[in-house]
């Protein structure tokens, strides 16, 4: 659902990177700012930058994680906890 005012700080964040996958015109709708993709990204920059984050672009916010889990990957784990 997008959000009916413009996100600023760690909300524009968090809404930025659940979204980033989906591209840079859907993440810039959800976070309340229509089709105003300049905003955006300036916006977005600035609050990473305020949290010491730099970012170039939307997909720098997908993380390597993210990444395994939609291309599939395997999980190393023990079997029982007794094997850790």
Sequence with gaps: M???????G??????????AKQGLETATQLS???QDVATFQQELKQACQSIG???????????????VRR??????APDTPSEL
Excluded: R
């Design 53 to 67: 984050v730099k970012i170039e672009e939307l997909s720098d916010l997908i993380t390597d994680q993210q990444t």
């Design 71 to 76: 291309h599939g990957g395997i999980e190393v």
């Design 2 to 8: 997008a959000s009916p005012t413009p996100l600023h």
């Design 10 to 19: 760690i909300e524009l964040i968090d809404c930025a990177k659940a979204n």
């Design 32 to 34: 309340g700012y229509g």
